[in-house]
């Protein structure tokens, strides 16, 4: 399927959650969601018969500005098609449902954006840091990250 | 090395060698160095074309030490991070003395790429531990492992042992 037909049929089962699909030539065509509806939207994505999404290729996050995006690569080994999935949270309360008990490769994904970039996954069993270690401070990949002087006493 | 050299010219009766303590030791210590390999980094592929027959590192009497407290001295081989920079200090505590530090590759050198805008990168394994020799090299030839080594193998070879204050301060 294409990813005009995945949202046209995510439009009728979901309704408004479901805000726009975007196709633009020599990009990857997307779909934009609300991130309060991220976690039934996956489901219904795997689960599915006709759309069996049954791989998430990537899981990562980016600074929008005042928002922070969450973008999600899917992959069908049984119907052999593609779709990404995006959703955006404000950066002040950063939350999104977890996907990691639809796919299990989520989890590390999950804890990276979080290392990185703090966006919050509600419903992750073990959400910390992944990368850095635990004791940092910020989150070092948003825009406004501002490094500091030392860590432990040794100049950054 | 210059002990070996006396037993071409040996004194009347032979087997006969006349020499420092000191220079007797410091053969064995420098021919006979233990190490603690720390490999981080692309350095650490290129430590083991080095360790391979076609440079073969063990030529030089090392041998590699899985424990701290065995090794002679510890080789930094790629980019420090600030998690990793923790448990170098660490490893490089509980080493016996004398021990010594070579740092394999710009990284650990300088912070190498990172040396600006790293956030996470130690710019410098010697901001933490003293560092005997420096290897540059992104990542170093087998060729300047060999080099590095033999730096080494002098340095410990020209230490003092006995009456260390005595001496050094006068130096």
């Known amino acids: ?156 | 090395m210059g002990l070996l050299n006396k037993l071409d010219d040996p004194y009347e009766g032979g087997g006969i060698v006349l020499g420092k303590v000191e220079e007797l030791l410091n053969w064995g210590r420098s021919k006979s160095d233990w190490y603690l390999h720390f490999g981080l980094a692309c350095c650490a592929i290129e430590f083991m074309a080095m360790n391979a027959s076609h440079f073969d590192f063990m030529r030089f009497g090392t041998i590699p030490r899985t424990s701290p407290r065995q090794a002679d001295f510890i080789m930094i081989t790629g980019t420090v991070t600030f998690k990793m920079a923790d448990r170098i200090k660490i490893l490089y505590e509980q080493m016996a003395e004398p021990k010594y530090v070579i740092s394999v590759g710009s990284c650990s050198n300088s912070g190498g790429p990172y040396w600006e805008h790293g956030y996470h990168v130690l710019k410098g394994i010697d901001q933490i531990i003293p560092v005997d020799v420096y290897i540059p090299g992104c990542p170093p030839r087998p060729e300047a492992f060999e080099e590095g080594m033999i730096l080494l193998q002098k340095k410990i070879s020209r230490q003092a042992i006995f009456n260390k204050r005595k001496r050094l301060g006068t130096e």
């Open chain 1, 1 to 156: 399927m294409t990813a005009q037909e995945i949202f046209e049929k995510l439009r009728t089962e979901a309704g408004d959650a479901v805000i726009e699909c975007v196709v633009q030539p020599s990009y990857d065509p997307f779909i934009r969601i609300a991130p309060q509806a991220v976690f039934d939207i996956c489901h219904s994505l795997r689960d599915d018969e006709l759309l069996a999404f049954d791989y998430l290729m990537s899981l990562s996050a980016t600074d929008l500005g005042d928002d922070l995006g969450v973008v999600y690569h899917l992959y069908s080994t049984k119907w052999k098609h593609k779709l990404v999935v995006k959703t955006q949270v404000p950066k002040d309360n950063p939350v999104v449902p977890s996907v990691e008990r639809i796919w299990r490769s989520a989890d590390w994904h999950e804890r990276e954006a979080f290392d990185l970039l703090g966006v919050r996954f509600d419903g992750h069993h073990n959400l910390i840091r992944i990368l850095l270690p635990y004791d940092w401070e910020g989150h070092p990949l948003r825009k406004d990250y501002r490094t500091p002087e030392t860590y432990h006493g040794m100049k950054v």
